[in-house]
């Protein structure tokens, strides 16, 4: 079985080809739902994606007949990818979403109809408060991607920690998704070091060398004083006590920090005794150690960067399963 997995996000988007549950090839484009939302028309997502679906089946000797499915995920099918499919509302398992999945045709980006998997959102039954309140588009793909590793694990209370543009924290239990809370700190990031002062005392966190004293420094004051009063700490650090720009970056990012740590702290159930981190390595390097020192009774799992990249197809595929085992008995 070969299939076209379509993983489109707020920045970036990627089409891969499974065969036989295996990722052989992916395409990556810079193009998202944030381009749709700025030109005010899809067609720039609509051309990226059909120019990456005819490389990567021209680069691997396949035609679109050989191509069993489309499938696709992530922000998409929202209101500013190229059809809004519904969130389907929390508690919800794999086979809930797969049977949600829905069928369009796209002919300015390829002559197959393209299956689309719906976001979930959490928190919208009852009478819930706006704390309790997200959604998520792209995520339980990658979730169940992870789950379809675990066997009977899978249904295990267990935290999800995603590190991408947006923080997100997702709280499993018996194999659904029952809850979810996103900070958008790694936007925030971006902007506080491209766009404010505190730009001339810090370095990008892909060149600096981690200290972790530094860290627990910034996440100390952030707990004590504030977020903002944290992040001009580093400032103060870097220009006043003549520390170098390593240094502040650390203390930068402990700031950061705590805001990913209140979401874990509120998420956190007693009967979760597992957190599990996945997308970017960056803080999930530095959110591990914090973790297992604040709650030492939870085991503390991190995966790999190369394993989390291709989780969103995984889970498409698995979903895909899923979807056709319904069709049968319909």
Do not use: W
Not at 234 to 249: L, W
Request: charged share 20%; hydrophobic share 45%; proline share 3%.
């Amino acid at each position: 079985m070969k299939l076209l997995v379509i993983d489109s996000g707020t920045t970036n988007s990627r089409v891969r080809l499974i065969k036989e549950d295996r990722v052989i090839a992916a395409i990556h484009r810079s193009v998202g739902s944030k381009d749709v939302a700025v030109t005010g028309d899809k067609e720039v997502l609509e051309q990226a994606l059909q120019e990456a679906i005819l490389e990567v089946v021209e680069n691997n000797g396949v035609s679109l007949h050989d191509i069993e499915a489309i499938i696709a995920s992530g922000m998409i099918t929202s209101n500013i990818g190229l059809t809004e499919i519904p969130h389907l509302s929390a508690p919800v398992g794999i086979d809930e979403v797969a049977a949600a999945m829905v069928s369009r045709s796209f002919p300015a980006i390829v002559d197959k109809p393209i299956l689309f998997i719906p976001g979930v959102k959490t928190g919208f039954m009852g009478e819930a408060g706006l704390s309790q309140k997200d959604m998520m588009r792209g995520e339980e793909a990658e979730i169940f991607g992870y789950l379809s590793y675990l066997g009977q694990a899978a249904h295990e209370p267990v935290l999800f920690m995603h590190y991408g543009s947006h923080h997100k924290g997702i709280l499993l239990g018996g194999g659904k998704i029952l809850r979810c809370a996103t900070s958008i700190t790694g936007e925030l990031m971006m902007a506080i070091l491209q766009g404010t002062i505190l730009k001339s005392s810090l370095i990008a966190p892909a060149e600096m060398e981690l200290r972790l004293e530094d860290v627990r420094t910034g996440l100390a004051i952030a707990e004590q004083s504030g977020f903002g009063r944290a992040l001009f700490s580093s400032r103060v650090m870097q220009v006043m006590d003549g520390r170098d720009k390593q240094e502040a970056t650390g203390l930068f990012l402990g700031a950061l920090l705590s805001l990913d740590l209140a979401m874990l702290s509120d998420l956190l159930t007693a009967e979760t005794k597992q957190v599990v981190f996945y997308g970017k390595p960056l803080f999930p390097t530095i959110f591990q150690p914090i973790v297992q020192e604040r709650y030492p009774h939870l085991k503390v799992t991190i995966i790999s960067e190369e394993l989390s990249d291709e989780l969103s197809a995984k889970g498409a595929a698995f979903l895909y399963q899923k979807y056709k085992e319904g069709k049968v008995y319909e």
